[in-house]
């Protein structure tokens, strides 16, 4: 187990509560700043704000919230209305509806310095008649 303090993995999962309720569910792209290390925050934005930008009622909700040492492994439900062109595809005007994504997060001084995550790409894709 890595050397982080009950009160910094505390610290860790508060800060992807306020990814989900700054960034993904307020659309807060400035909080990537205070969140993301340096390095990493570019990147973070490069997906996020194409991704709210194509589903702009974006929802997202914390299903499970584990922090072990400097990690946090996160499950949610993400739902959304395609309004903007998303991987090439013209907005359909369909919702998706609670699609199952998992995040793993590694922190360093209290900021995300490494992000990987997985979603349920194909029934987003189903459920919004592209596939």
């Not at 369909?94 to 793993?104: H, N, S, V």
């Amino acid at each position: 187990m890595g050397g982080a303090s009950v009160s910094e993995q505390e610290r860790n999962k508060q800060a992807v509560r306020r990814l989900v309720d700054e960034v993904f569910n307020g659309h807060r792209l400035d909080a990537i700043d205070e969140l993301f290390a340096p390095e990493l925050a570019a990147e973070a934005r490069a997906w996020i704000a194409p991704f709210l930008a194509s589903f702009p009622d974006t929802r997202m909700e914390i299903l499970d919230l584990i922090a072990e040492g400097d990690k946090v492994a996160a499950r949610f439900a993400c739902s959304g209305t395609h309004t903007g062109e998303w991987r090439g595809h013209a907005p359909t005007g369909r919702r998706f509806e609670r699609i199952d994504e998992a995040g793993f997060y590694r922190f360093r001084d209290g900021r995300i310095v490494e992000s990987w995550g997985v979603e349920d790409t194909l029934t987003r894709l189903e459920q919004l008649g592209l596939s």
